[in-house]
Each structure stands twice: as C-alpha cells, then as structure tokens.
C-alpha cells in the first residue's frame, strides 16, 4: 500500500519553457501532498505544501509564480516550472501522507529536471 | 525551526562491516523516519519510528524521544547499501518532512 507515482521521472528542457511534473496517491487519498527540490550533493528541501481545493503554501524564498501547485483532487498534485532557467535544474520530488496524521510520508521516484 | 542533524556526514565500510548513524534534533517530534536514497535518487523508506526500536532485516533503529535523537544501525553492510541515509522528522501534525543533510555511506568490496 501507499504507493505514490511521480511523472515523468527525467525531463530535459529548452530555456523559457514550462514544465509540469504529476504527483498521483495510487491506493489512498490525501488532503495534502509536499514538494520538495533537492540539489546535487544537498539534501530535501521544501519548496510547497499542496493542499486539495485550496491555494498552495510556498517556503520562504520560492516563487509562487514561477513554481506553479494545482492540486485538483485527493489523488493528484501538479507542479508547473514555468517559463525555466538553467538554475531551475534539479531534483524535484513529491511526498505524500496517508489522510491519518500519525503516518509516515511516502515519496514519489522524483523527477530529474534539466534545463538546457 | 527544528534543527536536525546527522552524524558522520560521510562513511566508509569494508563489506560486512556494521555502522551506526545518528540523528539528532532540536526540538520535541511527532514522527520520525529514516530513508535510504540509492544512486537512482528513489527514496525507500526505511523506517518510521517516533519512538522505541524496530528491526528489518540487517537494518534497525532506535529513537529516544526524551532526549531528542535516533540511530539507525546496519549490519553486515553490503555494497548495495551504499547511497545517502536521510533522517527526516515531524514536529506536529500534518506538517512537513524536515529533513537532515544526510550520511553519504560507500560500502566497497
């Protein structure tokens, strides 16, 4: 059980366009699924809590407006790299917690973006 | 915020070797996890053990919440462990993973 599916799992990019990366609850349903960027050699950090049928929580410091959250459903969480920068490549994965609180989060394959 | 570290940041073993990584965090938690992410970038999930001592196989850890750390022990290390081991932690809550900077473990033959 609570297998999350991440897509696509490497996408490489032309400089100024957009890229959007799907993150799926396969076997349960979440209110709320966590976005997470890692540099090489760094460890997770969060970018955005999703939340379903509301606006998206963005940490301190990521833009709202480039690093786009639709979370349309209990299953399905979106995140949309617009317009982007060679500084945008990264690691980009998605966590996702069963509805009971007390429960481990379970996290996507990732998705290796490059931008070119 | 919750500060959460991780000891030693980088490791060597001898296959069959056994090691012991620590966690420790700042603040009180409510969940704790630890995660092995292989060259791949996959994040398995290892454990989630906010408190007390579980096992799997050649793997298992220990948290003692009281005083605000965690070790994940490995046993007769095989070159397959190598990769990053995160410890990750919840302060309360439906609230994120925050995570540590890792142990970066090379298991050579």
């Known amino acids: 059980g609570a297998v999350v599916s991440q897509h696509p799992s490497r996408v490489i990019c032309k400089s100024g366009t957009s890229v959007k990366i799907e993150c799926r609850s396969l076997d349960f349903q979440a209110t709320t699924m966590f976005w997470y960027r890692q540099f090489p050699k760094q460890s997770l950090m969060l970018m955005a809590t999703?939340?379903?049928?509301?606006?998206?929580?963005?940490e301190q410091g990521v833009e709202k407006d480039k690093f786009l959250i639709n979370h349309a459903s209990l299953t399905l969480s979106t995140l949309t790299v617009t317009s982007a920068h060679p500084e945008d490549s990264s690691f980009y994965i998605c966590g996702v917690r069963p509805s009971s609180y007390n429960s481990p989060l379970h996290f996507g394959n990732g998705t290796r973006l490059t931008v070119t | 915020g919750i500060q959460v570290e991780q000891s030693p940041p980088d490791l060597i073993l001898q296959e069959g070797a056994n090691s012991t990584l620590r966690c420790n965090f700042s603040d009180s938690v409510n969940n704790l996890q630890w995660f092995h992410q292989n060259p791949w970038g996959q994040l398995i999930n290892l454990f989630y053990i906010p408190s007390g001592t579980k096992q799997n196989g050649r793997l298992s850890a220990t948290t003692v919440a009281t005083e605000r750390y965690s070790l994940l022990y490995i046993s007769s290390s095989q070159t397959t462990d190598s990769g990053v081991y995160f410890c990750a932690v919840v302060v309360s809550g439906n609230t994120p993973l925050v995570f540590g900077k890792g142990t970066r473990l090379s298991v050579i033959a």
């Open positions: 999703s939340n379903e049928g509301s606006k998206a929580t963005y």
